[in-house]
């Protein structure tokens, strides 16, 4: 093992111990102080997301990429208001559920606690360092954190940032520590390195989260890989459907709740795509088109035939896929075939219809008549997340504060012994 992750994962085991006795006021005091920090630094940490981005031009980082990794002013200030909506939410470490007492006399409750050390490695969004930072404090975790190197001096900014935020508020600044190692082999360690790590959180490309799943002795959160879907039903109404597949698809389109298969009933086709690719042109959104949608869209100039990979592909950028479907059966057979069980959403006015599509489509997000891009923490409610797991097991969905604990039994007796 490495040296250096040895280290950093005593020093988080350390911490670890103290954030799980850690009020809610003293954590909230951190969390205040990390977002006091952000603005106080922001030039430095502008400064620092510059060299990264000249360096990812140099070497060629894709356009999506490089939006990705850019910080601005308003990300910044993003930032802050994520960290204070973390602030104003409820601390779920210490709630006591399910109590009951037995027949015997015992008391028996179960108590949410810190999961202990979360090992994150990401690529690419420098904002996933406070967003984890942020989240782990609130909800009592320690965190290491292991950014790609397209991002290492911005993420080495924000890291220090967060450290100076947590010593003002009086959490150790030990609670989150950054890997500033570049070497590959890390990773594999930090995969295997239970003895200090409790849970593995892969946020990056499909080849990053089979890589995890492969190699970790820890159990592994995966997710965040997106082949979105919206079907546009044959009920539905036209003037909603046509600004959310724009939205869908457009808003942002390098990020995974992005718009990536466009799934349209046949007798609705012919009236409802030429609009939508009309309206999409704006955006310069080229269009992959089976043979029946390709037949109505032939004189769009961005129309051009679907190939053998566009329904499995997840394009994180300008480019959607469409398919014409004849039922709303085909529509759930295709998302079953293709979808990686992210975030899929139908556009109809027939209720019947969408509560089918609510039950059937097994995807951690399942939309009626509203954009995929939702699928966020902030969007929901929990000031941020650590991941969009598309697991079944303990967590689905945007991961935030209450998705971070486990729990424990706490058993409560008067001299019981047992028969």
């Keep these: 093992m490495f040296a250096e992750l040895e280290q950093l994962g005593k020093q988080a085991q350390r911490a670890a111990r103290r954030l799980r006795t850690l009020d809610t006021e003293t954590k909230n005091r951190a969390l205040e102080g990390i977002a006091q920090v952000l603005r106080e630094r922001q030039a430095d940490i502008l400064a620092a997301n510059a060299e990264d981005l000249t360096a990812g031009r140099a070497t060629g980082l894709s356009e999506a990429m490089l939006e990705r990794l850019l910080l601005n002013e308003a990300r910044l200030q993003s930032m802050a208001a994520d960290i204070r909506h973390i602030i104003a939410l409820p601390d779920p470490v210490g709630e006591t559920f399910d109590g009951q007492t037995l027949p015997n006399g015992l008391q028996i409750t179960k108590r949410r606690v810190p999961i202990g050390v979360i090992g994150v490695i990401y690529e690419s969004r420098p904002n996933v360092t406070v967003d984890i930072a942020s989240l782990c ?6 965190a290491i954190l292991r950014g790609g ?28 520590q950054l890997i500033r190692s570049q070497e590959r082999e890390l990773v594999k360690d930090m995969l295997t390195a239970d003895q200090y790590i409790n849970m593995i959180i892969p946020r990056g490309g499909a080849g990053l989260h089979d890589f995890a799943r492969r ?13 979105c879907h919206i079907f546009i039903d044959e009920s539905a109404d036209i003037a909603k459907a046509i600004p959310i597949v724009f939205n869908a698809k457009v808003q942002r389109p390098t990020v995974c709740n992005a718009l990536d298969v466009l799934l349209v009933h046949a007798s609705i086709a012919p009236r409802i795509l030429p609009a939508i690719a009309a309206d999409l042109a704006r955006a310069q959104v080229e269009l992959r088109c089976d043979p029946r949608a390709h037949a109505i869209l032939r004189d769009h100039p961005l129309a051009k035939p679907a190939g053998p990979e566009d329904f499995d592909t997840e ?24 979808s990686t069980h992210h975030s899929d959403a139908i556009l109809t006015e027939n209720y019947s219809h969408a509560m089918r599509f609510t039950d059937e489509v097994d995807s951690a997000a399942v939309y009626v008549n ?9 969007q929901f409610g929990l000031g941020a997340e650590v991941a969009i797991s598309t697991q079944r097991l303990h967590a689905r969905g945007p991961m935030a504060l209450r998705e971070l604990t486990t729990y424990k039994w706490v058993v409560l007796g008067d001299g019981q012994v047992r028969p």
């Design 370 to 378: 509203a954009s995929t891009r939702f699928t966020d923490g902030s």
């Design 149 to 176: 190197k397209e991002a290492a001096c911005s993420n080495a900014a924000l890291a220090e940032a967060v450290a100076a935020g947590c010593e003002r508020g009086g959490v150790p600044r030990e609670a989150i």
């Design 137 to 142: 404090i609130k909800s009592g975790n320690a």
């Design 315 to 338: 394009f994180l950028s300008l480019v959607l896929a469409v398919k014409v479907v004849d039922s709303l059966d085909e529509a759930l057979d295709h998302i079953e075939q293709h």
């Design 215 to 227: 190699n970790a002795t820890i159990p592994v959160i995966t997710g965040g890989i997106g082949i």
